[in-house]
Every structure is written in structure tokens, then in C-alpha cells.
């Protein structure tokens, strides 16, 4: 594939030095993603690179906050993937509508919104003005896999 065949999405993320993975496969009884009318909801996305996790355990013990980030653009990107599994064409994504972070962190780490600018950030740069959102960061016990960081996504598509 050259590059005049990747999306205006695909080039950014090929100027960062990325590329979208494959989709990741289901751990459980679900889908990467669904589209239902203008919109595609992606299941939660952990941090897998190549079919392995990039990192495990909990943040502020055994993940810095730092690498927590790079962690959730990891889910970002896998987001992205599950996103263009069901629409192809990453330039029919109108805005990136909603993501949902969860950061499984020791009881008195509060720096969650910080771990999931990891994911909204690389939106921002896949997807220009139409990657800015809304968005949650929470802290949890614990997450599928031991992963440190998990992200979803709502993004309006056109036709």
C-alpha cells in the first residue's frame, strides 16, 4: 500500500511513526466494534501490541503515570483499528464523540485524566478538529488481563 491509498487519518499516524495494527481479538463474548446508524461503538481496548500486552499491573506501583499514557494511546490506536474494521475508511469518521478511559490504579493515585490524555492526544493528531470529545478518566480496582489501561470510543461516521 502506498501512501496516496492510506486515509488522511492513516498519513498522520504514519507521520508519528505509526501504523493501525490489525484488530485486536475479543478476550470474551463480544465484538471490536459495532456501528448502529451514524455512529460506531468500539469495546473497551487494552494496551496489545502484536497479541501481547504491552505492560501489566497497576498504576502508581508497578506503571508509571508516564508509561500509563503511552499505554492508553496504545488503546487509542487499537481503537482506531476496531473503528475502521466496521467503516474501512477512517476518513469517514465525522469527530471522535465520546471516549472513556478506565486506569486501574492503586487507591490514592488521582492523576487519571493525565494517563488518558495518552488516548485523547493521538486522537487529536489522527484526527485534527474531529478528534477533540468528551471524555471520562476513572480509576479502577482492577482490569481485564491485569492491563493498566483500557479505552473506549464513540465516533460519528458518515456515509
Known amino acids: 500500500m502506498t501512501a496516496a491509498d492510506l486515509s488522511t487519518v492513516e498519513r498522520r499516524l504514519a507521520e508519528l511513526g505509526l501504523t493501525v495494527p490489525d484488530v ?3 478476550v470474551a463474548a463480544y465484538v471490536p466494534a459495532v456501528r448502529s446508524g451514524s455512529h460506531v461503538y468500539t469495546s473497551g481496548q487494552l494496551p496489545m501490541v502484536a497479541g501481547v500486552m504491552a505492560a501489566t499491573g497497576k498504576v502508581g506501583s508497578d506503571v508509571t503515570a508516564e508509561q500509563a ?11 482506531i483499528a476496531a473503528v475502521k474494521s ?10 471522535v464523540v465520546k471516549v472513556v478511559g478506565f486506569v486501574a490504579s492503586v487507591p490514592e493515585f488521582t492523576g487519571q485524566p493525565g494517563v488518558i490524555n495518552g ?3 493521538l486522537l487529536g493528531k489522527a484526527f485534527g478538529d474531529a478528534g477533540l470529545h468528551a471524555r471520562s478518566a476513572v480509576g479502577v480496582a482492577a ?3 491485569d492491563a493498566s489501561v483500557e479505552v473506549e470510543m464513540i465516533v460519528e461516521v458518515s456515509d
Open 69 to 79: 499514557k503511552e499505554l492508553a494511546a496504545t488503546c487509542a490506536l487499537n481503537a
Open 24 to 26: 485486536v481479538p475479543p
Open 86 to 95: 466496521v467503516i474501512g475508511d477512517l476518513d469517514k469518521v465525522v469527530r
Open 119 to 121: 488516548a485523547s492526544e
Open 143 to 145: 482490569l481485564p488481563l
